[in-house]
């Protein structure tokens, strides 16, 4: 019998069509990102070419005759700076008769994004004996749909399409938005005297040619995309790639730098630090990492906040830009539809047309209750790496603004707890980090019915309040330090009264709104190991189960264990393995000194690193257990890069050595640290404590780690604890 399967989340990602079935290409720079097929193309499903959260490009095609090409190799260059694509001619027959063997042709094509244009190149080259008639098309259009449309929403009327402009050489395509936006995408092709356009319409340019031996010739296509008033500033392919380099070099030169002993590790760093270099996004306040590509190329809170502390060790400007951004949007005023409240930290922010007309609420929406305490937990953390006195005296005001919404409208039934309940009709259910209708619920599946208090939210106001405690005293506050520290200890005694679960030997997930604890294995307990607030006991026991079989998956640690009531390893949040939280996790047992529960986390995901396309790993993936001679499962709709699972392998290899790095006493401070086997060497190159900057050098022994100074610049002390 046929039924239909509801499904509760109006958020949730249609997958009628998986990426995982096939390796996407993608690029991003600023507002512009791409994704692409192996060959370059456009297809059907999440690809396209996007802007301010619209698609400008939603299919794109090359042909070559008749046919598609054939695929020899497709990447994106370790630096993201550039698709690269070989393919080649497949067979071409005449009255049964093959004229032109596969394989006679090569086709070059390389495609990047700079100030809101694709550009791309493609270079055909003869390599047989005799001359070749050439015969190339790019088919392409235009939907301008919205992301959330992409995503599988439907709306009950949308703008309307403008006439399109074909003139030779160029293709103009405009739609007119409900939010009274005109939204354009131009084409624009060039082609050498030896390829002739021969076709042009609004669907398709045709060029045709006769190359000899060994003869090459390039075409080059452009796309550009632009919104309202704002034109695209449009260069020569060379001359915007020029651009394009200089600028990437400059920002590596002054980046901190990591090698170790082992290529796969090195692979998976430097494609990690080029996925985060990425998604970080300029904005009026400062680098914002932008959440995911493609579903989240936007500011979110939490992600931003999260993704600063994992590299807060190798990039500090990124948690100053991120605390920036958050305190000039902080909220103002209770704004249900929002979910706003005073001094609350924002959840996203979209700029696409659907958000203007607030057909979703993430225009400017608030419905995070985690992210107000990690703001403040990363302005804590971000004082300790940089000392900088000045900006932490700045956004004070908003400090005391997220601490005064934790106290009044976080706890609003007054118990000591924070607690979320929606008050958007069109807002999230639920709005920790694990945010899908179905992510909290007791032991025996039924879904906890708000407010809820989650557990690792708890932890995060403990640690936030003792942050802003250490901020306090250093700003000449004394008597708020000690209410602040007051109120974090009461917080701690309580916590583990109300969430240890003696029977499950761990936190409970969460509080329902008649306080029962949702008695349930999660990886949320782990987050009380990375805010300190679990105690010695307790952290031990929660460790320990957390590296039981039924959560450690071998790849890593699953959201929930497999023995609870809602594990399915393809969920997204029940059951599946967020590199992330690994690693928020690994650095709450490095803490407590789990050491070598650290390294079998670090273990884990390495290994997934090597099985994933491009060293890339994904947001998430799936939980199933870790088989012989296999790789992780992949999730159909994953981001990918996702900024926080780029960043997750810095906070990991930090867990690892231990690594704090204070500008203020000038020192760099290991303790007890370890490195698996894999690793042998770490060379850390350009790591900046303050004024001063040190190259370290790093080998493994069979007891210890030695740590040698290669070079020092400046007033700085590297101290260990073994």
């Not at 939907?143 to 309307?160: P, T």
């Not at 190329?297 to 990124?318: H, K």
């Not at 007051?486 to 916590?495: G, K, M, R, S, V």
């Not at 039924?550 to 997204?572: L, V």
């Amino acid at each position: 019998m046929n039924r239909v399967i509801q499904v509760e989340n109006q958020f949730y990602i249609l997958a009628s069509s998986t990426q995982a079935d096939e390796r996407t290409r993608v690029l991003k720079q600023g507002e512009t990102f791409g994704v692409f097929d192996c060959y370059g193309d456009i297809q059907p499903s999440g690809q396209g070419l996007y802007y301010d959260g619209t698609r400008f490009l939603s299919h794109l095609t090359l042909k070559v005759g008749n046919d598609r090409p054939l695929l020899l190799s497709s990447t994106v260059r370790e630096d993201n700076g550039l698709l690269a694509v070989n393919l080649t001619n497949p067979d071409v027959s005449e009255n049964g008769q093959v004229i032109v063997p596969r394989g006679t042709l090569h086709l070059f094509r390389a495609k990047f994004l700079w100030n809101g244009v694709c550009y791309e190149s493609l270079r055909l080259q003869n390599f047989g004996l005799e001359p070749v008639n050439v015969s190339v098309a790019f088919e392409f259009g235009a939907d301008f749909a919205d992301i959330f449309e992409v995503r599988g929403m439907e709306r009950e009327c949308k703008g309307r399409r403008l006439d399109d402009v074909v003139r030779k050489g160029s293709v103009l395509f405009a739609y007119e938005g409900l939010d009274g936006m005109i939204r354009k995408t131009w084409i624009e092709y060039a082609a050498p005297p030896a390829l002739k356009p021969t076709k042009f319409s609004r669907t398709d340019v045709h060029f045709t040619g006769r190359l000899q031996p060994q003869e090459d010739a390039h075409l080059f296509l452009t796309i550009s995309c632009e919104t309202g008033e704002s034109l695209s500033v449009r260069s020569s392919y060379e001359d915007a790639y020029a651009d394009a380099r200089s600028t990437a070099e400059a920002a590596k030169v002054r980046s901190c730098q990591i090698e170790t002993s082992n290529e796969w590790f090195n692979d998976w760093l430097n494609r990690s630090m080029a996925d985060l270099t990425m998604m970080v996004t300029q904005t009026e306040q400062g680098p914002y990492p932008y959440a995911g590509v493609p579903w989240y190329s936007t500011p979110f809170g939490r992600d931003g906040i999260i993704t600063a502390l994992e590299v807060l060790w190798v990039a500090p400007d990124i948690a100053k830009g991120v605390l920036a951004f958050l305190a000039a949007t902080q909220a103002k005023s209770v704004v249900p539809e929002q979910d706003a409240q005073p001094g609350k930290i924002i959840h996203e922010t979209r700029r696409g047309e659907m958000a203007a007309l607030k057909e979703v609420p993430f225009g400017q929406y608030y419905g995070s209750v985690d992210a107000t305490p990690l703001f403040i937990m990363l302005a804590g953390d971000y004082y300790e790496r940089t000392g900088d006195r000045a900006f932490i005296d700045a956004i004070w005001p908003n400090l005391e603004g997220a601490l005064h919404w934790i106290d009044i409208y976080g706890d609003m039934d007054g118990d000591g707890f924070v607690e979320y309940q929606r008050y958007s009709s069109k807002g999230l259910v639920n709005q920790g980090w694990k945010d899908s209708h179905d992510s909290v619920f007791h032991v025996d599946g039924t879904l906890a019915e708000g407010p809820v208090a989650l557990c690792e939210v708890q932890a995060y106001v403990y640690a936030a309040k003792q942050k802003a405690a250490e901020l306090a005293a250093v700003l000449g506050h004394r008597e708020r330090a000690a209410e602040l520290l007051h109120q974090a200890q009461n917080l701690q005694e309580q916590f583990e009264r109300a969430f240890w679960c003696e029977d499950i030997s761990t936190y409970a997930l969460a509080l329902d709104g008649k306080k029962r604890p949702c008695t349930v294995r999660t990886s949320n307990a782990g987050h009380a190991l990375f805010a300190n607030i679990a105690s010695k006991d307790h952290a031990r026991r929660a460790a320990r189960n957390l590296m039981e079989k039924s959560s450690f998956s071998g790849w890593g640690i699953r959201t929930i264990a497999s023995s609870e009531a809602r594990y399915n390893p393809m969920a997204y949040h029940n059951g599946s393995i967020w590199p992330h939280d690994n690693a928020l996790i690994a650095c709450g047992f490095a803490e407590y000194g789990f050491k070598d529960a650290v390294l079998n986390v670090l273990t884990g995901l390495f290994d997934s690193s090597c099985f994933v396309d491009l060293h890339r790993l994904p947001e998430l993936f799936c939980g199933f257990h870790r088989r012989v001679g296999e790789g992780p499962t992949l999730y159909p709709v994953a981001c990918a890069p996702q900024s926080w699972a780029s960043a997750s392998v810095f906070l990991l290899l930090q867990a690892c050595l231990g690594l704090t790095v204070r500008s203020l006493q000038s020192n760099v401070c290991f303790s007890y640290p370890i490195l698996p086997e894999s690793l042998k060497e770490v060379r850390i190159k350009n790591l900046e404590v303050g004024k001063a900057s040190l190259d370290l050098h790093l080998q493994r022994h069979a007891q210890n780690v030695s740590i040698n100074i290669l070079r020092r610049d400046g007033d700085v002390e590297v101290l260990t604890v073994k």
